[in-house]
Nanobody, 120 residues
């Protein structure tokens, strides 16, 4: 079993910054892609940013240039630095990790979510 624990959410004013972190623990074999998704009330869960084990990143257009995703493979931890936050960034942010539990077998693991609220 692999668990993800997120931290760093909270309330911030528009234009401010927050950093989220997500640490994986448990019986880890190999964690491949890690990333962040978000879900606003009444909306679907959308990709925010992902990073591969080798460091390749991909961002949603809405956060490109404002958010930065990074990871520490030794710590099985992924980070999301969020700058210039906007009201529309308000959502529950979920961490996700693709755990390769055996050769050729992988499973996506989700964190419990952390609330990010941007106020005017």
């Amino acid at each position: 079993q692999v668990q993800l624990v997120e931290s760093g959410g909270g309330l911030v004013q528009a234009g401010g910054s927050l950093e989220l972190s997500c640490a994986a623990s448990g019986r880890i074999r190999i964690i491949n892609t890690m990333g962040w998704y978000r879900q606003a009330p009444g909306k679907q869960r959308d990709l925010v940013a992902v990073v591969t084990r080798s460091g390749t990143t991909n961002y949603a257009d809405s956060v490109q240039g404002r958010f930065t995703i990074s990871r520490d493979n030794a710590k099985n931890t992924v980070y999301l630095q969020m700058n210039s936050l906007k009201l529309e960034d308000t959502a529950v942010y979920y961490c996700a990790a693709d755990h390769e539990y055996t050769v050729g077998g992988a499973r996506r693991v989700w964190g419990q979510g952390t609330q990010v609220t941007v106020s005017s």
